[in-house]
């Protein structure tokens, strides 16, 4: 550690921190469940409240859960300083924790949302919470960002997220880390898509040539779509619904698609390859593409790499070797990173499995990461004479 950073000494006890993870995970909250989602915002607000910050509840997007924003006291407090920016709505619906309980098993901890990313943020408050504890003070205040709709794009958040990250100097995302012991450099630039198939009705029995099947159509345009994957750019389609009664031909059916790529430029290229697929006929019938959610391409750029250097010597300092690399799926990162904005995203816990029946944290990783956070936030400074 150099001379003007402090020595660590943080009280952290794995068994307290698990029995806090507990709660957390075994409090359900999926995107669209906004009576869930709220559960959980309103228990990290209590737990906020009690580390001593300031917490303002926000009203939710319209049909989604709230967000919290709160900030930790310090003498700075007001100024530009660091985000710790998080989500806590989960893919998985509530009664998940029949199937997929919170438990230890060896070196892992299993739950719904534990990985992605409840653990991570978690992990991250108690760095916060241990350095107050230690009387140790960050350089920079710090704020704190939870917002409710990531799992879906953040069709409602970006401009909440966007304008909150313009404010500070640094912005942390504790998202699951990479393989390896690291963490998130860049992120690919995705986009989602809402796709429609309109059909003829008639009756499946007595009329069946009469019709014209939309599930029929959709099923012949995921082929296509899903073909159209190559090197530079993935199509895949993950939700499908379509019909109401199965002696009836089909009048429509939806579907969303997710295109990803690891440049903006590739991105647009496929964009533009979906939106040609609209063929809408004369008769009403046909295919029609809408475009939806995107999310810019994050390089990494001097900012973002001299924030990636300060959490390798904190790294270093515990004994542990820290790497980076762009990475595939979306954050809120993508956002604050495309503005520019220094930002480092994987802090989070490391595992395997989310979205799945099999989400896991590897239970080390709570103390490592804890401690990781905490030390990256006593060297952000807001310049590099200040280090």
Wanted: contains cysteine.
């Amino acid at each position: 550690m150099d001379a003007k950073t402090p020595a660590l000494n943080l009280n952290l006890d794995l068994d307290q921190m698990l029995d806090g993870l507990r709660r957390w995970v075994e409090c359900e909250s999926p995107t669209f469940n906004v009576e869930a989602v709220n559960r959980m915002m309103s228990l990290a607000a209590s737990e906020l409240t009690e580390m001593g910050a300031s917490v303002e509840r926000i009203a939710g997007p319209t049909g989604l859960g709230d967000c919290l924003r709160a900030s930790f006291p310090h003498p700075r407090q007001g100024e530009p300083g660091v985000l710790i920016m998080a989500h806590l709505d989960t893919v998985h619906p509530v009664g998940t924790l029949e199937k997929l309980p919170f438990r230890r098993d060896g070196s892992r901890c299993y739950g719904p949302g534990i990985l992605d990313m409840k653990g991570g943020t978690f992990a991250a408050l108690q760095a916060v919470r241990a350095l107050a504890d230690a009387a140790i003070e960050t350089p920079l205040p710090v704020y704190v960002l939870l917002t409710s709709d990531e799992e879906i794009g953040s069709p409602g958040t970006r401009p909440l997220i966007e304008a909150e990250a313009k404010r500070h100097k640094y912005v942390l995302v504790p998202e699951p880390a990479r393989e390896n012991n690291g963490v998130v450099s860049g992120r690919y630039a995705i986009a989602r898509f809402n796709l429609t198939a309109q059909g003829r009705p008639s009756h499946a029995g007595a009329a069946l040539k009469k019709g014209r099947s939309a599930i029929r159509e959709m099923a012949q345009q995921i082929l296509v779509i899903e073909d159209m994957t190559d090197e530079d750019c993935t199509f895949s389609v993950g939700v499908v619904h379509g019909g109401r009664w199965v002696n009836c031909v089909s009048t429509e059916c939806r579907a969303e698609a997710l295109s990803m790529a690891k440049r903006q430029a590739d991105l647009d290229r496929g964009i533009m390859r979906m939106l040609d697929r609209n063929a809408i006929h004369e008769d009403g019938t046909g295919f029609k593409v809408e475009l939806g959610v995107v999310r810019p391409v994050w390089e990494p750029d001097e900012g973002t790499m001299a924030l990636f250097a300060q959490a390798e010597k904190a790294a270093a300092s515990l004994g542990m070797r820290l790497s980076h690399g762009s990475a595939g799926g979306g954050s809120d990162g993508n956002f604050t990173g495309a503005l520019g904005i220094p930002t480092l995203d994987g802090l989070g816990l490391s595992g395997d499995g989310y979205h799945t029946l099999e989400e896991h944290i590897t239970v080390d990783s709570l103390l490592e990461r804890t401690q990781l956070m905490a030390g990256l936030l006593i060297r952000l400074s807001k310049s590099e004479a200040e280090r």
